[in-house]
């Protein structure tokens, strides 16, 4: 009995110095104010480049602290972005609402030149939430239904041009069922293969095993039946492990099935941390090379991190964003209003 009582005794030690020694905090914290613009699409180019869309039709990029900023209007209005994306030559830009327009712009060099439009759709429900790139040629954007499906964006040919694809490859979406542009990670991607989330009525994960050609959908446990609750992000450390959160916009602190893991490559969702902080997130994100054990996840509601996949968290910061996207395991980009940011992690 000594002996159980001391592996017992000795297992919870070694847990307890297992969390304690992986807490993280920020000792490093660079601001930039973008002003008169909502920032929740950002996409890192190299360690000392980001690029960034946001409201009324401002974009631009921070590059070894200098902040260019350029914007677009069409046919006199300003449009706003949630998506952003880069597929190692151009970055690529797409507005949200009637008409979404996708446009291709150089990152590269003093000035952006003139972006060029390679996709528009005039519709009166058109509404693109997020958008990535598989490889350097092919990419897909998302976003709320038009017809009887999810509005899906394919292109093959680097960006160059973009397809809708049919509803008879996509599941039929369910009545109330939409997505949320709140962070552009809506889709995750590894290999050839991608994952969608949507919320609302429904809170659904849709999975694509061939470039985006064809889809399934599983349902989830995360918090469902409202205008704003389900799915608000997803990411995948590999191709069988992956994490999605969400919540309730309209009730932000509760940590009601708010976030869910899979371990086989999204046919199955199991509910973690049930009923603990946090409650509403943005966007998620697996830090790199702590081979898929530490994640953070950010909101309007703080910052927060986790060294064991998703089981516990701790808040590490009350500061408030919509998205973040790392550059490595040390150093991370944020927007949110009128702001982006860069901090530098330490591990204690």
């Given at each position: 009995?000594?002996?159980?009582?001391?592996?017992?005794?000795?297992?919870?030690?070694?847990?307890?110095?297992?969390?304690?020694?992986?807490?993280?905090?920020?000792?490093?914290?660079?601001?930039?104010?973008?002003?008169?613009?909502?920032?929740?699409?950002?996409?890192?180019?190299?360690?000392?480049?980001?690029?960034?869309?946001?409201?009324?039709?401002?974009?631009?990029?921070?590059?070894?602290?200098?902040?260019?900023?350029?914007?677009?209007?069409?046919?006199?209005?300003?449009?706003?972005?949630?998506?952003?994306?880069?597929?190692?030559?151009?970055?690529?830009?797409?507005?949200?609402?009637?008409?979404?327009?996708?446009?291709?712009?150089?990152?590269?060099?003093?000035?952006?030149?003139?972006?060029?439009?390679?996709?528009?759709?005039?519709?009166?429900?058109?509404?693109?939430?997020?958008?990535?790139?598989?490889?350097?040629?092919?990419?897909?954007?998302?976003?709320?239904?038009?017809?009887?499906?999810?509005?899906?964006?394919?292109?093959?040919?680097?960006?160059?041009?973009?397809?809708?694809?049919?509803?008879?490859?996509?599941?039929?979406?369910?009545?109330?069922?939409?997505?949320?542009?709140?962070?552009?990670?809506?889709?995750?991607?590894?290999?050839?293969?991608?994952?969608?989330?949507?919320?609302?009525?429904?809170?659904?994960?849709?999975?694509?095993?061939?470039?985006?050609?064809?889809?399934?959908?599983?349902?989830?446990?995360?918090?469902?039946?409202?205008?704003?609750?389900?799915?608000?992000?997803?990411?995948?450390?590999?191709?069988?492990?992956?994490?999605?959160?969400?919540?309730?916009?309209?009730?932000?602190?509760?940590?009601?099935?708010?976030?869910?893991?899979?371990?086989?490559?999204g046919k199955t969702w199991n509910l973690i941390a049930k009923n603990e902080l946090p409650g509403y997130i943005s966007c998620v994100q697996y830090i790199p090379n702590t081979?898929?054990?530490?994640?953070?996840?950010?909101?309007?509601?703080?910052?927060?991190?986790?060294?064991?996949?998703?089981?516990?968290?701790?808040?590490?910061?009350?500061?408030?964003?919509?998205?973040?996207?790392?550059?490595?395991?040390?150093?991370?980009?944020?927007?949110?209003?009128?702001?982006?940011?860069?901090?530098?992690?330490?591990?204690?």
């Open positions: 009995m000594q002996f159980k009582h001391f592996f017992i005794s000795l297992f919870f030690i070694l847990f307890f110095l297992e969390i304690q020694s992986q807490n993280v905090s920020i000792i490093g914290f660079e601001d930039f104010e973008i002003k008169n613009t909502s920032i929740r699409a950002i996409q890192v180019i190299n360690d000392s480049t980001v690029c960034f869309a946001g409201s009324k039709g401002k974009f631009g990029k921070i590059s070894n602290k200098k902040i260019t900023l350029d914007s677009i209007t069409f046919d006199n209005k300003k449009l706003n972005f949630r998506s952003i994306a880069f597929n190692g030559k151009h970055i690529f830009i797409l507005s949200i609402e009637n008409p979404a327009i996708l446009y291709k712009i150089n990152p590269f060099g003093d000035t952006f030149g003139l972006p060029e439009i390679v996709y528009q759709e005039n519709h009166n429900n058109v509404f693109y939430d997020a958008m990535q790139f598989f490889d350097n040629k092919n990419g897909v954007a998302m976003g709320d239904p038009t017809n009887t499906c999810l509005s899906v964006l394919l292109t093959s040919d680097s960006g160059n041009s973009w397809q809708k694809l049919a509803c008879e490859n996509l599941p039929s979406i369910i009545d109330g069922e939409a997505a949320f542009a709140a962070s552009n990670t809506n889709i995750a991607i590894s290999g050839n293969k991608a994952w969608l989330v949507t919320g609302g009525k429904k809170a659904r994960v849709f999975y694509s095993d061939d470039l985006g050609l064809n889809w399934k959908a599983v349902q989830t446990p995360i918090t469902q039946g409202g205008k704003m609750t389900g799915i608000y992000t997803v990411d995948f450390f590999d191709e069988n492990n992956g994490i999605i959160m969400g919540g309730n916009w309209k009730d932000k602190s509760n940590t009601h099935a708010t976030k869910a893991i899979t371990k086989d490559g081979n898929g054990k530490a994640i953070m996840a950010v909101s309007t509601e703080g910052m927060f991190y986790s060294s064991n996949k998703g089981k516990l968290w701790h808040k590490i910061s009350g500061k408030s964003y919509y998205t973040i996207q790392f550059i490595n395991k040390n150093t991370a980009w944020l927007s949110g209003n009128n702001t982006i940011a860069k901090i530098q992690l330490q591990y204690n």
